[in-house]
């Protein structure tokens, strides 16, 4: 009996959680197909809609995935994470770009600056001013957790533009924010555990997550941050180890949380006793009067993580970032930062720390978030110009990407395959799913590496492939001939 | 029945074979207490030495452990590893001294050199002119492998200098020895796998292989290398993922391999087929004629993945090093770099790779050789007084440390407290053991952090507590007095 009309539980929700009992107790097996809608719909005398709506939760928790004019089939939870399309000739996809891609390319792939943006001068003077100050001292090994001074300039940044206050000592200096989430693993994760996180969401931290043997939940991602209904919902059915997710201009749908789910996340963080990672790289890079404060600003649980990556707004060759460390998890997350790389470089830490005390670091964002927003507008107004084909974008006014939705019959890998012929370098959407069969339709433009030229040439190119993708299912979805 | 004296493997082999079983099959349980040596050689009818010899077997594995004036205990295997002594106060000494050991002790513990001896002046040119030649570029993501030019000089150092000859594309740049290692364990690791170490080794390794929940077992050191006989039947009877060695001054025994050793060990990697890591951060520092190779320069199996710490010799702040990948594991171990840091920092390898290119790094060689031989004769000279009573050690004539044999009665940790007291920082050597109850008396004394003069005051401190401890136990094992 897989539904019981008598219950006050949606159908569909007792369809959902019948049919993932059935497959988590092997009654139904991995790659067995399922019914069709239509036939079970009949059978169960209810709705299609009905069916619809369990299947689709399913395949959201990854139990089963559907494969176009097939069906649908049953697989395990871990079984085909995006992190299969890292493994080959598309690593390049999941660095966002680190990869080269090729020169002529124009390169709307990447959320890393490019090296015109750095600010080199400023940099090299600190550079050299440590060099003559401390001399040899500068490449001693610093303590795990960072130069004490760099960690006070950091707590003092922190408290002026972010509000958000911790204590010097419960900052640790990491290299860079990859580096943060793998020792937040280490500390935390065993195999099997659970970790819940946006979806879609950062590929290398699931990779990082992965590693660990986690098993990796979805919550879907809204306009104003994740579906709290259902984050809820899987904090009770999985006690998860913690939450990872991105407060402001997320990654990639460049959503930003509301200030009620803000203080709604506090108060499940609250209830439950449950980790928050706040993974903060876009924080300030607002294009509007708005400005966005971190999750942890509010935070008086200290259950928030908050790392911070300086790779993405100053200079990733830097390898540097922090993060912060809850009391109680202090001594785990150090020797976990012991056993990966013993400490981050001193001397970058003690160059970095000048940098901030002489207010270069503020000035620099300042000067970037101008470089940005121009870009920003031009690459707005030009996707505005593509809505005719049913492709549609929220305006994140901050970040350095766009989320852009496709019309539903073009497939974002084929458009990102004909893109690349065409030396225009895009990110497919789907390689940021948790479950990538369902959300075929999406991909990522970002706008930080190329000039204003570049944005409008590019997009042009864009326009071409997805006419040319239109007709290639015989004219039949082209709204536009 | 334990033994069976019609066999023709030794009885204490059997008997220990037998145990070792009854322990796997929890016939007999964690925390029970065997019979003591005496009441079960009269059982079995056999020598008291037979006895011993199994217990010493069954303690070396870690299946069992023993409480002075109490007895014999069984324990997991992996139940009372010296990571636990990383924990508390004496962190300090799982970092070799990194923590910051009070300004005015004679710090013995550090195997790290002190800022005197960084080549800062040819650093800061170095840095100086990548700036001024990649300007922005220097900051960019490099490669995940590491910048190129860096690659090609590390390949072109590595053949001159310790006969190895690797393709540069299976060189990959690290963030320090520790990362390494780190990297490795993710690649290969999962929970449950076998790793053979010597034994006694390098706590910071222990811990990375713990954390992925790995079974970690110990080979006895001799003095030209592990003991190859249980090597060979550990391998057989384990299947390890992988041995983890350090050919040359093996930190912290200071014993190096003998070439027939090396030979054997490379052909074992052969006949089984498993990966050997190979750490090396002292290869350099030899002070008589005798040159000794890194093991991967005779393997021809792709089998030895040879990492190089850059921090001992050069400077810790730095936090470079690298490491050799064989083929087959290139793609698992790129991906694990890339979950741990995503890169190392591109501007510190684009100054490391020119600061080898002008052949800086040869000269700084020869000049901390220099230099520290001269402390090392002082530290021999030394010690060579305080054997009358009872202490010994080998003469390594080259590294960083001495490792010495204190009296049986005197306890490592004793001396460790009454010298802090003193104001000495030495390494009581149970911390480098995996079953840390049957090696008491060993301490590690290092000499690149210290004058001569303080070379020579340290050891009196010691002497002095040495003396103090004998007296201690009612003079009864007094040789001097």
Partial sequence: MLINKNLSTPLYIQLYNNIKDMIEKKEIKEGEKLPSIRNLAKKLEVNNITIVNAYKLLEQEGYIYSVKGSGTYVRSPNYNLNVSYMEDENMELMTGGILPISKDSINLATVSPTPEMFPIAQFKQSLIEVLDRDKGSAFLYPEITGYEPFKESICNFLSKNYNINVPKDQILVISGGQQGIDIITKALISPGDTVLVENPTYSGAIAAFQSRGAKIIGIPMKKDGMDLEILNRYIQRYSPKFIYMMTNYQSPTTYSYSEDKKRELINLSKKY?????????????????????????????????????????????????????????????????????????????????????????????????????????????????????????????????????????????????????????????????????????????????????????????????????????????????
Avoid at 325 to 333: G, M, N, R, S, Y
Avoid at 372 to 383: C, D
Avoid at 396 to 404: E, T
Wanted: charged share 30%.
């Fill in 273 to 481: 006793n449950i980790y928050i990672i706040e993974d903060d790289f876009l924080t300030d890079l607002n294009y509007d009067e708005n400005i966005k404060l971190p999750l942890k600003s509010i935070d008086h649980t200290d259950n928030v993580i908050y790392i911070k990556s300086f790779s993405k707004i100053f200079m990733p060759g830097i390898r540097m970032g922090f993060m912060t460390v809850p009391e109680k998890l202090f001594k785990d997350i150090i020797k976990a930062k012991h056993t990966t790389d013993v400490s981050s470089s001193g001397f970058l830490q003690r160059a970095f720390d000048l940098f901030l005390r002489k207010g270069y670091w503020k000035k620099h964002i300042d000067t970037v978030k101008k470089v940005y927003k121009n870009k920003y507008n031009t690459m707005i107004q030009e996707l505005d110009k593509l809505k005719k084909y049913d492709i549609s974008f929220v305006k994140p006014n901050g970040g350095l990407s766009i989320w852009v939705k496709l019309p539903e019959n073009i497939d974002c890998v084929e458009l990102y395959n004909e893109c690349k012929e065409n030396n225009v370098a895009i990110v497919p959407g789907k390689i940021f799913f948790i479950n990538d069969s369902i959300y075929s339709n999406y991909i990522r433009l970002s706008f930080g590496a190329v000039s204003n030229e570049e944005i409008v040439e590019g997009i042009r190119i864009i326009e071409k492939n997805i006419k040319k993708l239109y007709k290639s299912e015989d004219n039949k979805y082209l709204p536009f001939v």
